[in-house]
């Protein structure tokens, strides 16, 4: 503790030299600025922050430091002397090592055997000696308190949460000068971000500096020593911490003040007519024979909480019949449904916004257009024959109302950034017309100013009449958005609260006591 | 706000841009189209008899039944499938059409349609099961239709007892050699089911989500689409098409033999690629497919010309097929086409 003390008093100083310093590094990619001026420096043992809307050039920072992209201009110093990688193993070499955003684990092979895979323990022969891996790898996870996964098995076995952590361990194998965290909390529920935490404090307590990227500005506020701010490819704010608050920063990435509309100015729309109803509804993953049961109303935002692995995704799977549930009622609109498959959901006026966009939401490398309609083409077509212009402007209709920005609707999906692309997955069950719409982390990748955007229109939606459950990991979300949360812990109903019960503690409370109940079981 | 105007002002573009006629699209074509444009060139310049009208209707006949194929192989491959059974598929689609094609005592016309609906259906029924049979039990179309191309080629000298059937009606001989204007008759038959396979896959919905598989499987089931449904459709497409090329062949060559088809497969898959479809499916287009054809037609041809001998001619042919991917890699990293 003491130690940590004096690290951060050294970082506040000016007497010790910065590990890594940026000079007004600048990078094209043909026309596009991707960097236009980033001067960043981190002292040893430092926590730095690095936000920024999404295409403010975070990750192009990021690919440049471990020597993915090479920077047009500008000076990078490391420890004081020129650096310039130009493969990510150079950058390794020199101490510099990033978990990234996107995983790169290897699916198919052992946990031991994707955090050893850049130096594999091996025999004269070449073999591997698994023995000594797996000792290595079990040490390297009981160091970042993963004591909870076998590293035998394969990593496709783990959650998404699992696997970020494994990550991390990976990265810690080598002793690194400068450990970059690329949004290691996106996928994280609150218990793994508390133990994420602890490592990244007990690193900054060994001099190891650290560069945080992350969207979530309470976590940077929590751990972060100094923060820098970039905005369009440039840097526009780096400040100790303790200089700044939550509104400067949000203004500083915006650049314009951000109207955030607080949680109690909010007046719940929910009408009395039901939407939807489960009663005893299980999912094939449920343990429990009570299964969930629960009311939505029209126009009303009924938020679900809980850890990862409560079974929150599964449910809105199973009511969406993505994966098919298995027993208990539906009810829509009061009248007992049950579905065979997608489409038949989707003709019963339910829509479905996937967690994850890119696998499951949208075809990337098609056109907006062809994405908005994607669940509608029998609107846009006769006798199978496509409309393109009825495509177009069903495109621009909906892009208008949900303020999308793009180049146009023939462009394809995968120019958009984060929100816009989740704009155009809500463009195609809007399309529809839905009854009920299902959101599972609506806002995951998604930056500051989207965001609020996004929250607006899920507010619009309900204002219509819409019924709409969302399940999000981030509670000051869930807080905002909900007329009412439930929280879910191991398959069951745990807890419920309405909008003046709203407070992150309670919600907590009651997924982890759901969780030491099943413990005790 | 500016993106959205700029967006309504080349609204008369995007509509042709969303069908699958993008600039990007049609530079791509027009790439290939060049390619294919400066290896006539160059074999005209260099060879007497590359440009006459007899070696080019010469030429439309024996990419004919190729490019048929390799029509039905497009869909395939767009779903991000493969058919390697084609060729055994031609041969067992032949011969059921052969025999029924001498049955004695009936009336040309009729013997004709009959063989027609006998070996499109042979084809139809073989391409279902590839289709239905990988989707339903989720196995790789690889292994299904390696499986089918054994299947098949048993069948065709199981149904023959491995003899070849001849002396069809001379009328139907006629027929395959036939000329409009210098142009096979076959090749323009080929021609029409590009038109329809382009329009099919361009401008249906169909087509939209052919290739909306091929991109992500999972966003169009979730959109509440039938994936059964769509690749067992392009499975029996590509099975129906063997079955045309089979009486295109038994007009041609005036047989039928349960050993035809060795390997045509392979010529289909490669004038697929060479037209610029990515084997991962979700890309490339069936004018892509024409050109892919007519360049490795034009290319065998042309090496004759030069008096290359067979096996040479073969060999360039596998480097060409190793540069058209390796170009298509360069252009889709350079400008994103």
Redesign the interface.
């Known amino acids: 503790m003491i130690n940590v003390e004096t690290v951060r008093a050294d970082a506040a100083g000016v007497l010790t030299p910065p590990v890594l310093e940026l000079h007004d590094v600048k990078k094209a990619f043909g026309g596009t600025k991707a960097l236009n001026g980033v001067s960043l420096s981190v002292q040893p043992g430092e926590v730095h922050g690095l936000i920024g809307e999404n295409g403010a050039g975070k990750s192009t920072l990021i690919k440049v430091l471990c020597g993915i992209v090479r920077p047009d201009e500008g000076a990078i110093n490391l420890s004081g002397r020129a650096y310039a990688p130009t493969t990510p193993r150079e950058a390794k070499a020199n101490g510099l090592q990033v978990v990234h955003q996107e995983f790169n684990l290897l699916p198919y092979l052992s946990v031991a055997e994707n955090i050893f895979i850049e130096h594999l323990p091996r025999n004269a022969f070449g073999v591997v000696k698994r023995q000594e891996m797996n000792v290595g790898a079990r040490a390297a996870l009981d160091a970042i308190g993963l004591s909870d996964i076998d590293v035998r098995w394969p990593v496709e076995r783990l959650g998404i949460a699992h696997r970020q952590l494994v990550e991390v361990a990976r990265a810690l194998m080598t002793q690194s000068r400068i450990l970059i965290l690329d949004e290691p909390t996106a996928t994280l529920t609150s218990r793994e971000t508390e133990r994420l935490f602890t490592i990244v404090n007990d690193l900054r307590s060994r001099g190891v500096s650290i560069i945080f990227v992350s969207h979530h500005l309470d976590e940077v506020f929590r751990i972060c020593d100094r923060v820098t701010v970039l905005r369009n490819g440039e840097t526009v704010f780096s400040r100790p911490i303790a200089e700044t608050n939550q509104d400067e920063l949000v203004r500083a990435m915006v650049g314009r003040k951000l109207q955030q509309q607080m949680a109690s100015e909010m007046v719940s729309l929910a009408r009395p007519e039901e939407a939807l109803s489960l009663v005893q509804f299980r999912h094939p993953q449920s343990p429990h024979a009570e299964g969930i049961s629960l009311q939505l109303h029209k126009g009303e935002i009924l938020g679900i909480a809980g850890l990862v692995g409560s079974g929150r995704t599964e449910l809105l799977r199973a009511i969406?019949a993505?994966e098919l549930p298995l027993s208990g009622a539906l009810r829509l609109e009061g009248a007992p449904v049950s579905f065979r498959?997608?489409?038949e959901?989707?003709?019963a006026g339910i829509g479905?916004v996937?967690e994850d966009r890119k696998?499951?939401?949208?075809?990337?490398?098609?056109?907006i257009?062809?994405n908005v309609t994607?669940?509608s083409?029998?609107d846009v077509?006769r006798a199978?024959?496509?409309d393109?212009?009825a495509?177009?402007e069903v495109t621009?209709r909906l892009?208008?109302e949900l303020k999308l920005?793009?180049?146009?609707?023939?462009k394809n999906a995968a120019t958009l950034s984060g929100g816009n692309q989740q704009k155009v997955v809500l463009a195609?069950w809007l399309a529809r017309n839905p009854k009920v719409l299902l959101l599972d982390e609506p806002t995951r990748g998604v930056d500051v100013g989207a965001k609020a955007e996004i929250y607006a229109l899920i507010r619009q939606f309900a204002e219509r009449g819409l019924a709409l459950l969302i399940v999000s990991s981030e509670l000051p979300e869930l807080m905002t958005l909900s007329d009412r949360i439930i929280v879910m812990s191991q398959h069951r109903v745990v807890g419920e609260l309405s909008r003046p019960e709203f407070s992150e503690e309670r919600i907590l409370q009651y997924a982890y006591q759901g969780e030491q109940q099943q413990a005790r079981h | 706000m500016q993106a959205l105007e700029k967006t309504q002002a080349s609204e008369t573009i995007d509509t042709r841009r969303l069908t699958g006629w993008s600039p990007k699209v049609l530079l791509r074509d027009a790439g290939i189209g060049l390619a294919l444009l400066l290896l006539i060139v160059f074999f005209s310049l260099g060879t007497e008899h590359f440009l006459t009208p007899n070696n080019i209707s010469n030429i439309l006949t024996q990419i004919t039944i190729n490019l048929i194929l390799a029509v039905g192989m497009t869909f395939v491959i767009l779903i991000g499938g493969i058919d390697l059974s084609v060729g055994s598929m031609l041969a067992f689609c032949a011969v059921v059409g052969g025999t029924v094609l001498t049955i004695p005592d009936l009336p040309v016309f009729q013997a004709v349609a009959l063989a027609t609906l006998a070996a499109v259906g042979t084809g139809v029924v073989c391409g279902f099961l590839n289709g239905w049979i990988s989707a339903f039990w989720g196995l790789p179309s690889f292994i299904v239709t390696l499986g089918m191309l054994n299947i098949a080629r048993g069948a065709a000298l199981q149904v023959t007892d491995a003899r070849t059937i001849y002396s069809f009606p001379p009328s139907f001989n006629a027929f395959g050699s036939q000329m409009i204007f210098g142009i096979p008759v076959v090749f323009l038959i080929a021609l029409v089911l590009v038109a329809i396979a382009w329009f099919v896959l361009s401008k249906t919905v169909f087509g939209r989500l052919l290739y909306g598989i091929g991109n992500n499987e999972e966003a169009v089931r979730l959109a509440g689409h039938s994936l059964m449904f769509y690749k067992v459709a392009a499975f029996t497409i590509a099975g129906a098409l063997v079955g045309i090329a089979a009486m295109v062949y038994m007009a041609r060559l005036n047989i039928a033999s349960p050993i035809i088809g060795i390997g045509f497969e392979l010529n289909a898959i490669a004038a697929v690629i060479i037209g610029g479809t990515s084997l991962n499916g979700g890309r490339g287009t069936v004018i892509g497919t024409l050109l892919g054809a007519c360049i490795t037609g034009v290319l065998a041809n042309g090496l004759i010309l030069f008096g290359l001998s067979d096996f040479m001619r073969q060999m360039i042919t596998g480097v060409v097929i190793i540069l058209a991917v390796i170009i298509d890699k360069y252009r889709e990293r350079l400008t994103g086409v």
């Not at chain 1, 920005?405 to 023939?410: L, N």
């Open positions: 969406a993505a498959s997608p489409r959901a989707i003709n479905f996937t696998e499951e939401g949208l075809i990337l490398n098609m056109p257009a062809a994607l669940a083409l029998s077509s199978g024959i496509l393109s212009k495509e177009i621009q892009g208008a920005k793009y180049g146009g609707p023939a195609k």
